[in-house]
């Protein structure tokens, strides 16, 4: 009896979610799902185990194993983001860790960190625009969006432990 009021349960909080997840920009919906999904249903290993014991990223350049990136909830809460501009780079580590290399724009990131609750800048692309890592650009401006160049893949696999992703794009 308990199994099919819990099953009840997960199926009205999915749908609700889901009504929700429909009218954001396609770009965040699988972001938003799994945050929302993860926070109201809760995840049995990866976001339990971040909000138990959150590490900022200078614990992770000791040589910590890589954090877990298929959930953002869960990718986020392994990093310091009391920063507004700090925010903005672990938003750009996850979307590096699942996409890879491509032009992100400053309404992505907008979007992505009022989903998940973060702080960011009032221009995100301004972190990005003026971002240095070794006196090198961390971003290159392509079109209205901006790209890891390089030297900033390098700064988020040592920064933030991640590895180029390689799922598509959701489509717009």
Same mark, same amino acid.
């Given at each position: 009896?308990?199994?099919?009021?819990?099953?009840?349960?997960?199926?009205?909080?999915?749908?609700?979610?889901?009504?929700?997840?429909?009218?954001?920009?396609?770009? %965040?919906?699988?972001?938003?799902?799994?945050?929302?999904?993860?926070?109201?249903?809760?995840?049995?290993?990866?976001?339990?185990?971040?909000?138990? #014991?959150?590490?900022?990223?200078?614990?992770?350049?000791?040589?910590?194993?890589?954090?877990?990136?298929?959930?953002?909830?869960?990718?986020?809460?392994?990093?310091?983001?009391?920063?507004?501009?700090?925010?903005?780079? %672990?938003?750009?580590?996850?979307?590096?860790?699942?996409?890879?290399?491509?032009?992100?724009?400053?309404?992505?990131?907008?979007?992505?960190?009022?989903?998940?609750?973060?702080?960011?800048?009032?221009?995100?692309? #301004?972190?990005?625009?003026?971002?240095?890592? #070794?006196?090198? #650009?961390?971003?290159?401006?392509?079109?209205?969006?901006?790209?890891?160049? %390089?030297?900033?893949?390098?700064?988020?696999?040592?920064?933030?432990?991640?590895?180029?992703?390689?799922?598509?794009?959701?489509?717009?």
């Amino acid at each position: 009896m308990s199994d099919d009021k819990d099953f009840e349960k997960a199926k009205e909080t999915l749908l609700k979610i889901n009504e929700i997840v429909a009218q954001m920009d396609p770009a %965040v919906r699988v972001a938003s799902f799994e945050i929302l999904v993860s926070r109201y249903l809760g995840h049995p290993n990866a976001a339990a185990a971040a909000a138990i #014991n959150p590490k900022p990223a200078s614990d992770l350049a000791t040589g910590e194993a890589a954090p877990d990136t298929s959930e953002l909830g869960a990718f986020i809460s392994s990093f310091d983001t009391s920063k507004p501009n700090e925010a903005v780079m %672990v938003l750009v580590a996850w979307l590096y860790s699942n996409y890879g290399v491509y032009a992100i724009s400053a309404k992505e990131i907008k979007e992505l960190a009022d989903t998940c609750g973060l702080t960011v800048p009032v221009r995100p692309d #301004n972190t990005m625009r003026y971002a240095k890592e #070794n006196n090198k #650009n961390v971003f290159t401006q392509q079109a209205k969006g901006w790209q890891l160049t %390089v030297s900033g893949e390098l700064y988020m696999k040592n920064t933030f432990k991640v590895k180029k992703g390689n799922r598509s794009l959701p489509a717009a």
